[in-house]
């Protein structure tokens, strides 16, 4: 299962939230999130624990904080202990609210941290879901270079030496946007696919491996408008050797293959190489086809719809050219 600690959620976002600890800084190492949801116990505290989240963050808002107030010394204590006992990876106040001394006492027994943001409780809770979700999220590496190609985002594989980049570097010089090369990590947002590089220096971004020439800065030869950080997967384009595709690739385009990534099925095109293809045409054209797709256009399909009318027809009309004069 993927997590995080909260001291990776900590450190991350200290700045963005202005955390700051309130108790149980050792404890930050050892406790896993790993969900974006959230628990807010006013139930819990109101004495209910019998749909008890405790692998979701604990937010404390003014509600809470608010109701704990018209409790007694006893009672509240006791429900205090009861919620901190179910368990939790790590308690958030927000509104920069003071923390009730039983919840100190509980982090310390119970080994949970205790964290405090000056942000309002829902917008803060909209924006750590958010992080969470990017987190949290399904991921998966590829080799393989993406391509923003017409606002399509291209997604070339294949065996080594098949000429991804070397395509990638046609299509830079056409005016399209380079996304990494190498090793591609793709992240899951529901049912949509983010690639971007795997690179964690900023440095090492949108550099390019041409055989024969070596590593290539894309960025600082072409400039900023021909690259971009991370870009939505929706085609997969397959390079192959014409001997190795052994004619099992599309000829019509009736039949629409499918490559699935993390679970997500996506457009896929294998394109056979041999001497003198111009592969990155090709790509433009498979960008394109794609656009007209997407609002209900499709070549193949009205082409085989009007052979299919023609051929049944008992006398098919002759075309004359007869006042073509150009």
């Known amino acids: 299962m993927k997590y995080i600690t909260a001291e990776t959620l900590y450190k991350e976002k200290k700045d963005d939230f ?34 008890f989240l405790s692998d979701r963050i604990m937010i404390i808002g003014k509600t809470e904080t608010s109701y704990l107030k018209t409790l007694t010394r006893t009672i509240k204590d006791r429900r205090i202990a009861t919620v901190m006992r179910l368990g939790t990876p790590c308690v958030i106040v927000a509104k920069k609210l003071p923390i009730d001394k039983k919840f ?3 982090s310390t027994r119970r080994k949970i941290p205790i964290l405090r943001t000056p942000l309002s409780t829902t917008p803060f809770i909209h924006r750590l879901s958010t992080y969470l979700d ?29 000429g991804k980049s070397e395509c990638a570097l ?17 992240v899951r947002r529901g049912d949509i696919l983010i690639g971007g590089g795997a690179e964690k220096s900023d440095r090492l971004r ?37 001997k190795e595709a052994k004619g099992n690739y599309e000829r019509i385009g009736l039949e629409k293959n499918k490559k699935e990534l993390l679970g997500v099925p996506l457009p896929y095109t294998m394109i056979p190489l041999t001497p003198g293809k111009n592969i990155s045409v ?45």
């Open 18 to 51: 202005e955390f700051e600890i309130i108790a149980g800084e050792e404890y930050l190492t050892s406790r896993k999130i790993t969900t974006y949801d959230f628990f807010r116990p006013g139930l819990a505290l109101a004495g209910y624990t019998g749909y």
């Open 104 to 106: 100190l006492a509980e």
């Open 134 to 162: 990017y987190k949290l999220a399904p991921t998966e590496h590829i080799q393989g270079t993406l391509v923003d190609v017409y606002g399509v985002g291209l997604l070339f594989i294949g065996k080594p030496g098949t």
């Open 170 to 186: 046609d299509l830079i010089e056409r005016g399209h946007r380079f996304v990494a090369d190498d090793l591609i990590k793709i």
């Open 206 to 242: 949108h550099h390019i491996e041409i055989r024969g020439i070596g590593i290539v800065d894309i960025f600082r030869i072409f400039g900023v408008k021909s690259v971009r950080l991370r870009k939505r997967i929706e085609v997969v384009i397959e390079l192959v050797f014409w």
């Open 282 to 326: 090709i790509a433009e054209v498979i960008a394109m086809n794609y656009l007209l797709e997407l609002r209900g256009i499709d070549a193949a399909k009205e082409y085989d719809v009007e052979l299919k009318r023609i051929l049944t027809e008992q006398e098919i009309p002759s075309v004359h050219y007869d006042e073509n004069i150009e």
